[in-house]
């Protein structure tokens, strides 16, 4: 099976501009998380879906937003981009009923100049 | 609320040698507790996880960790490092109330050297 997946992989941006980030969940996961992951720390909570309803937000601030579709997918969207954005963007699956486990996927690099 | 506290963010051992990472962590309720590694340019990778069954956890690659109550403690060993135990390792916690956000620590680089 594979596992979770994002897009792009990599992406550069300029401040005030807008991006979007995509995961796609492992096949039978409901559950999607989004964590930042600025270099040399470890992931930050952003937002967690779950059946297509937020269930969870970190301390972040209304420039960040997601949503979640109907095949569960989620999209990750951050407006008026800071050079602060600038981080590894990961992505986890989790299924309700294996002990709340989350899968990663490899993440999105964004790069904001 | 729930955090977790590395210590040390850098490890350096020889190969061969005894692998031993910290994690301490504070939960204001029954924890799951998590260890991940980390290679560069790559996502998380799952090593072991304590779901409040066995307290001696063994996981991937030789890895195992224990969890301990009274010291709030989860520290990751590997009896013998390999070469290619080398990445950055993160603990984390997880409340079984809210199954979809994790707490990390900073991490801690290991480094092995021949």
């Known amino acids: 099976d594979a596992g979770v997946t994002q897009s792009p992989t990599h992406l550069i941006k300029t401040r005030g501009q807008h991006v979007t980030l995509r995961c796609s969940p492992i096949s039978g996961h409901k559950s999607v998380s989004w964590y930042q992951q600025v270099l040399g720390q470890g992931p930050q909570f952003i937002f967690q879906y779950y059946e297509k309803e937020e269930r969870g937000r970190g301390n972040f601030p209304d420039r960040f937003s997601a949503r979640q579709f109907p095949n569960y997918s989620s999209e990750l969207n951050v407006n008026a981009l800071l050079l602060g954005d600038s981080a590894l963007y990961l992505c986890?699956?989790?299924?309700?009923?294996?002990?709340?486990?989350?899968?990663f996927g490899p993440g999105t690099r964004l790069t904001v100049t | 609320a729930q955090s977790v506290t590395q210590l040390g963010s850098h490890v350096s051992v020889s190969e061969g040698a005894l692998v031993l990472l910290r994690c301490n962590y504070s939960s204001s309720v029954p924890p799951y507790l998590f260890w991940y590694v980390q290679y560069p340019n790559q996502g998380l990778q799952l090593l072991l996880k304590y779901t409040s069954a066995a307290t001696l956890v063994k996981g991937i690659n030789g890895f195992e960790a224990e969890f301990k109550k009274s010291e709030t403690s989860f520290h990751l060993t590997k009896p013998s490092a390999h070469m290619s135990d080398a990445a950055e390792y993160f603990c984390a916690v997880k409340l079984n109330t809210n199954a979809g956000k994790s707490t990390f620590g900073d991490g801690t680089t290991l480094t092995v050297k021949p």
């Open positions: 986890a699956s989790s299924s309700p009923t294996g002990a709340y486990e989350q899968y």
